[in-house]
């Protein structure tokens, strides 16, 4: 397991990193943010990725299923000076008030079973003219099991491992000593787990409709995790299904209403 893992402020601070220098980029190609913009993002976590738009003025709202995420999100915004809202909530069940301009769901739609009914609940709560930004990491991409997270060093830095059948993947990860906390929350990916193809599927099925999209080899969380400089997967292999889904380590996609 990473240091980052343990140590949420660090978490924290380069999950804000690449927001600022990533994700706010994209959008604004899309929608210039400014002071008056309301943003709300589902599965805040510790609140990373709304740093960059409290700075810029914009009312943040944060929304996560865990008190402890919500808790830290809390305590963070407020030693950095930032002003936001938090509360602990199932987005299946949340009372929200009002719309947004900007929702952001980044790293969480691989994490959950109703996939539809989330993007649908966004929509909702999306103003006429506002974005979502979606990003996530493709499932046939070689950590897109979040296998990084077990408590086994060598297990956590094994490619593909998450591809293996659930019973054997299951065996396996018992066998090496991953503690059966984490041996659950893996299989649930694997279960819940989100391609590009049925990502965009999904979409489709809505009343929302795709605008942009971003494929990246080296996904931009690296370059403050790992010092890797982002490299976006080269055109012929993200025209590829085949190909692109085994080598994009994180899409990024912007969705808007239907006209």
Same mark, same amino acid.
């Given at each position: 397991?990473?240091?980052?893992?343990?140590?949420?402020?660090?978490?924290?601070?380069?999950?804000?990193?690449?927001?600022?220098?990533?994700?706010?980029?994209?959008?604004?190609?899309?929608?210039?943010?400014?002071?008056?913009?309301?943003?709300?993002?589902?599965?805040?976590?510790?609140?990373?990725?709304?740093?960059?738009?409290?700075?810029?003025?914009?009312?943040?709202?944060?929304?996560?299923?865990?008190?402890?995420?919500?808790?830290?999100?809390?305590?963070?915004?407020?030693?950095?000076?930032?002003?936001?809202?938090?509360?602990?909530?199932?987005?299946?069940?949340?009372?929200?008030?009002?719309?947004?301009?900007?929702?952001?769901?980044?790293?969480?739609? /691989?994490?959950?079973?109703? =996939?539809?009914?989330?993007? !649908? @609940?966004? #929509?909702?709560?999306?103003?006429?003219? *506002?974005?979502?930004?979606?990003?996530?990491?493709?499932?046939?991409?070689?950590?897109?099991?979040?296998?990084?997270?077990?408590?086994?060093?060598?297990?956590?830095?094994?490619?593909?491992?998450?591809?293996?059948?659930?019973?054997?993947?299951?065996?396996?990860?018992?066998?090496?000593?991953?503690?059966?906390?984490?041996?659950? /929350?893996?299989?649930?990916? =694997?279960?819940?787990?989100? !391609? @590009?193809? #049925?990502?965009?599927?999904?979409?489709? *099925?809505?009343?929302?409709?795709?605008?942009?999209?971003?494929?990246?080899?080296?996904?931009?969380?690296?370059?403050?995790?790992?010092?890797?400089?982002?490299?976006?997967?080269?055109?012929?292999?993200?025209?590829?299904?085949?190909?692109?889904?085994?080598?994009?380590?994180?899409?990024?996609?912007?969705?808007?209403?239907?006209?």
């Amino acid at each position: 397991m990473q240091q980052r893992h343990t140590n949420r402020k660090q978490y924290f601070r380069e999950l804000a990193q690449t927001c600022e220098k990533y994700f706010l980029p994209f959008v604004e190609n899309h929608l210039k943010i400014t002071p008056e913009h309301r943003i709300l993002e589902i599965g805040c976590g510790e609140g990373g990725n709304l740093s960059p738009f409290s700075k810029r003025g914009c009312e943040v709202t944060g929304i996560d299923i865990s008190a402890v995420r919500i808790a830290e999100a809390k305590q963070f915004f407020q030693e950095e000076g930032l002003a936001g809202r938090f509360s602990c909530q199932d987005i299946f069940s949340a009372e929200i008030d009002g719309k947004f301009d900007i929702i952001i769901i980044h790293d969480v739609i /691989e994490h959950v079973m109703q =996939k539809r009914e989330l993007l !649908t @609940i966004a #929509q909702k709560l999306l103003n006429q003219n *506002g974005l979502i930004y979606v990003g996530f990491p493709p499932w046939q991409m070689p950590f897109g099991g979040h296998q990084q997270i077990c408590n086994n060093r060598v297990v956590s830095l094994l490619p593909f491992i998450h591809l293996l059948p659930k019973k054997i993947y299951r065996a396996f990860l018992k066998q090496t000593g991953v503690k059966e906390r984490a041996i659950n /929350e893996l299989i649930e990916i =694997k279960e819940c787990k989100t !391609t @590009i193809e #049925q990502f965009k599927k999904l979409v489709k *099925g809505t009343d929302l409709t795709q605008i942009d999209e971003e494929y990246y080899f080296i996904n931009p969380h690296y370059e403050s995790k790992f010092g890797l400089k982002p490299r976006k997967t080269i055109p012929l292999f993200s025209a590829i299904p085949i190909l692109r889904n085994f080598c994009t380590t994180s899409y990024f996609a912007v969705l808007k209403n239907k006209q």
